[in-house]
């Protein structure tokens, strides 16, 4: 059975003393994350890494570069992610690939270089409205997991997908929860069965038990409403 995960994308929000806050609060109202059936997962600005340390909770990286050291001014590598006791990384999310120029190429090289290290992926795929409106969405989520799993061959076990549409990313237009299982159903046949596929984009406390409840939906990446700690505590407790 995949693990069911709500996972947080702050994205480039909160300074520390905010974040701090929200730790704190977060770490009143959560039971110790060791008992819970659900894995809740925070990644935070880089720079907010450190806080988390001996928080208690699970977090992981937004990004992370795709070699280990060098001249690469203004990244951040692996290892250094894995030493402020990173578990999690986020890779090929949408922003990356439509502000960064991240390809499916670039991701598998990340991808591979997280697993090395021992962080585990948060691979998102998803495709773009005009890809939807064209009936490309099938063929466009399924080029990005093969292109991104390139050579991987069974380390898929190691990794969690989210599936995030691009138009419904920070537009407040969620997918239907059918028209995401559709894709989840997609995305099933070519991961294992073990592996935990998120659903992304405008999640919120009103709509996250009906994603929740389709057969292939094993949790949920969440941007805007993870900023809250109120709406992200309802959220874990759909
Ligand atoms: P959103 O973002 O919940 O604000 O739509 C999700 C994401 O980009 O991971």
Partial sequence: MPKTII???????????????????LQKELESP???????IICPNDTLLHLFKDSGLNYGAQNMYSEEEGAFTGETSPLMLKELGCQYVIIGHSERRQYFGETNQSVNKKLKLALKH??????????????????????????????????????????VIAYEP???????????????????AQ???????????????????????????QKDINGALVGGASLDVESFIQIINY
């Fill in 166 to 184: 691009v138009w419904a990313i920070g537009t407040g237009k969620t997918a239907a929860p059918e028209q995401a299982q559709e894709v989840h």
């Fill in 118 to 159: 021992g962080l585990k992926p948060i691979f998102c795929v998803g495709e773009t409205l005009e890809q939807r409106e064209a009936g490309k969405t099938q063929q466009v989520v399924e080029t990005q997991i093969k292109e991104g799993l390139y050579n991987l061959q069974a380390t898929s076990y190691n990794l």
């Fill in 34 to 40: 060791d008992e819970s059936d659900k894995e809740v």
């Fill in 7 to 25: 996972a947080a994308n702050w994205k480039m929000n909160k300074t520390s003393s905010q974040a701090q806050e929200f730790i704190t609060q």
């Fill in 187 to 213: 995305i099933r046949a070519l991961a294992t069965s073990e592996t935990s596929i998120l659903y992304g984009g405008s999640v919120k406390p009103a709509n996250i038990s009906q994603l929740m409840a």
